[in-house]
């Protein structure tokens, strides 16, 4: 493995993790690259490229910060994917892989090809005559005090009916933990292949949460007395105030490769963080929760210095 891509976090302090990686990828004789636009954020070192170049050029790329650096770099990547390794700096880290105390040993088991590789859909949309790629989901959002989402739905050309509700929110298999399953969507298994659509707050029309096959194509329409919308693409605003125009989606298998080292244990850590999602409490309550094992080796992983 010759070089490795750093996608960071846009906002959080990242510094302590990238000086794990340089002072490993030193010892081991590997490149570090990454975007032009965050040079000023990592060691000299590590060489900028641009953006679009970074997957390209790179054998393998870390991400550094939570599940939305994850999507991130795995939209990145998605013309030519390469496995994707995620270091946890986030809340919750469905996507993410590691903690920051073990990227030693896990930038060694990358470097040695010692991982699995899961794989990832993606929605490959047409939105108002802009392609966008989405590996969580795709969602028509009402602007507040605007009035309702208007849309009609059509499936592999025919029309199924139409919605009238706050948002209107399509995901894949991963993106059923997020904002679908905030609007009361079902939570699908990521072995399954499939595409769902679920409205918001429904005020009239389709009310419930609609699974399609992964082979039907998908066309929402706004209506002439839509209120204006935002277009998200995993919760980053790509079009604002539109109130014409069509979204035309398609579901693309293994657009994105994530990193497992023990895709067991990461099941396990996945199931708890669903059991934990209805719970109203903060996060101190919730380390309470946790069996008493748990909470010391926890305690003490944060106490040891990063290696």
Known sequence: MAGLGLVLHPTRDVSEVVGIIERWASSHRKTLLVRTEDEHRVPSCVEPVPADDLAVRSDAL????????????LRMAV????????VHLGRLGFLVEVEPPDLPNALSRLAAKDFTVESHACLACDVCGDDVVAFNDIALVRQPGSGFVTATLAVDGQRYGYYRCDALVVSTPTGSTAYSYAAGGPLISPAA???VVTPSAPMAGISRSVVLAPE????????????????EMDGLVIKEAAREGTVQIRYRRDA???????????????????????LPFLPDQLRELLPEELRRERDQRELEPPC
Do not use: C, W
């Open 79 to 86: 013309h030519d994917p390469k496995p994707v390794l995620g």
């Open 256 to 278: 994105g490769r994530v990193v497992r080292f023990d895709p067991k244990r990461y099941q396990e850590r996945n199931q708890l963080k669903l059991s934990l999602l209805d």
């Open 62 to 73: 870390i991400s550094i910060g939570g599940d939305g650096t994850m999507l991130g770099a």
């Open 193 to 195: 292949d499939v595409v």
């Open 216 to 231: 039907e194509s998908i066309r929402l329409d706004l209506q002439p007395h839509s209120a204006a919308v935002a277009v």
